[in-house]
């Protein structure tokens, strides 16, 4: 079993829809959760922190749930340009530093 | 501020040669990191630095892998022998504080053929 496990995808809306993505992780000792966006071919780049009270960041809403150890992201307003693929990770790490296992990530393609 | 920045992008070696990627943190980050992906898998922790120590070197696949980071400022990846299932995109990324947010840089693509 995967540390960290996505649904793939890809999740095909149109513009202005609301999706959510779902994530589930297997270390329950893991310190801190985030989710990444990569476009086709590029890096990784940090999208939000999560934390287990909820926090947005404009049209991104994300969730943590320690007990279900679950991790959310919902994307409200869908635009052209959120098309990419979305990585949950989390920091395994335990020596207060950080190892980062990430998901295979859930494609999104938002259309017109 | 300059990025990471990693070179080669692309890299297209035969089995048994040897490759050496390099990474250049963004300066003054003491924190380095190599991760990996293979084709269509999810993106793997090779090691970490601090500075020039090897902080965790947990992910490495085998002795073909060595790390290095001379001084603490740039770091290299080499692979000896090159076998086919090392083929993968290595990212390299770095932090400022052990708790800081990671950043990427745009990988090297690597080929064995």
């Known amino acids: 079993r995967k540390e960290v496990e996505q649904d793939p995808g890809p999740f095909n809306v149109p513009e202005g829809a609301t999706v959510a993505f779902n994530c589930t992780y297997s270390?329950?000792?893991?310190?801190?959760f985030f989710w990444y966006r990569q476009d086709c071919r590029k890096e990784p780049k940090l999208l939000m922190s999560?934390?287990?009270s909820g926090n947005e960041d404009g049209r991104f809403t994300a969730q943590l749930n320690r007990a279900s150890q679950y991790i959310s992201l919902l994307i409200r307003d869908s635009k052209l340009s959120d098309s990419a693929t979305y990585l949950c990770?989390?920091?395994?790490?335990?020596?207060?530093?950080?190892?980062?296992?990430f998901g295979t990530g859930t494609r999104l393609l938002v259309s017109p | 501020e300059a990025g990471v920045t990693q070179f080669p992008s692309h890299s297209v070696i035969e089995k048994g040669q040897t490759v050496t990627l390099r990474c250049d943190p963004i300066?003054?980050?003491?924190?380095l990191y190599w991760y990996r992906r293979v084709m269509g898998k999810e993106i793997k922790f090779l090691l970490h630095?601090?500075?020039?120590?090897?902080?965790?070197e947990s992910g490495m696949p085998n002795n073909r892998f060595l790390a290095e980071r001379t001084g603490g400022t740039y770091s290299t990846l080499k692979v000896q022998p090159a076998e086919l299932e090392d083929s993968g995109v290595y990212f390299c990324?770095?932090?400022?504080?052990?708790?800081?947010?990671?950043?990427f840089g745009n990988g090297t693509r690597l080929t064995v053929t």
């Open positions: 990324a770095s932090s400022s504080r052990t708790a800081s947010p990671l950043h």
């Open positions: 270390n329950s000792a893991s310190q801190s």
């Open positions: 999560v934390y287990s």
């Open positions: 990770v989390v920091n395994s790490g335990n020596t207060g530093f950080q190892k980062l296992v």
């Open positions: 300066s003054g980050h003491d924190n």
């Open positions: 630095f601090v500075k020039e120590s090897k902080q965790d």
